[in-house]
């Protein structure tokens, strides 16, 4: 049973430039939810998606956006890039109907911006 | 606002001795509270989480935490650690958007 799956593993990009971030979560979770870790610090929550929606966002700017397919999987947008969004990006998969009993997350997505 | 904190940022442990790691939240109803540890470069694992009853909370990896509201803490306690639970962990609290502690970073020493 496949866990959550992120790609790219890596990223380098330009500052000024696009990046879209892609996330396929667990078997039979719905819901999909993207942190940002900072290097050496905890996760923060960006947002949420479930049904396609966004249902909770963190305190991210607008350059931040997403999007869920209706197979469930997500992409982050990132847009206008500053060298402060390097960081790994974790996406965390889980049910809706029970949404704290298990996320799951993924390996994460590293994103350096130079 | 709700607040996790871990007051350690960094513990070293002898191989076998017992491992105590520190959370405290700040929330005033019943917490929804998890521990979670990450391997370098790897995502984050689940290893015991808290939503009501029992105090004393069992995980995987032979981890356990207990839940004490009078003292708002959520501290992660393991008996006879391995060079293997050399990682970071993080305290979390939340429902539907988990807020994270800091870590701890727990080195193991020979």
């Known amino acids: 049973d496949a866990g959550v799956t992120q790609s790219p593993t890596h990223l380098i990009k330009t500052r000024g430039q696009q990046v879209t971030l892609r996330c396929s979560p667990k078997?039979?979770?719905?819901?999909v939810s993207w942190y940002q870790q900072a290097l050496g610090q905890g996760p923060q929550f960006i947002f949420q998606y479930y049904e396609e929606e966004e249902r909770q966002r963190g305190n991210f700017p607008d350059r931040f956006s997403g999007h869920q397919f209706p197979n469930y999987s997500s992409e982050l947008n990132v847009n206008a890039l500053l060298l402060g969004d390097s960081a790994l990006y974790l996406c965390?998969?889980?049910?809706?109907?029970?949404?704290?009993?298990?996320?799951?997350f993924g390996s994460g997505t590293r994103l350096t911006v130079v | 606002a709700q607040s996790v904190t871990q007051p350690d940022i960094h513990i070293t442990v002898s191989e076998g001795a017992s491992l105590e790691l520190r959370c405290n939240y700040s929330?005033?109803?019943?917490?929804?509270l998890f521990w979670y540890v990450q391997s370098p470069g790897q995502g984050l694992q689940l290893l015991l989480k808290?939503?009501?009853?029992?105090?004393l909370v069992q995980g995987i990896k032979g981890f356990e935490a207990e839940f004490k509201r009078s003292q708002s803490s959520f501290n992660l306690r393991k008996p006879s650690v391995h060079w293997s639970d050399a990682a970071e962990y993080f305290c979390?609290?939340?429902?539907?958007?988990?807020?994270f502690g800091a870590g701890t970073q727990v080195v193991v020493t020979p």
């Open positions: 929330y005033g109803a019943t917490p929804y």
């Open positions: 965390a998969s889980s049910r809706w109907s029970s949404a704290n009993y298990g996320y799951t």
């Open positions: 808290y939503f009501s009853g029992d105090t």
């Open positions: 078997s039979g979770h719905d819901t």
């Open positions: 979390a609290e939340g429902w539907g958007k988990l807020q």
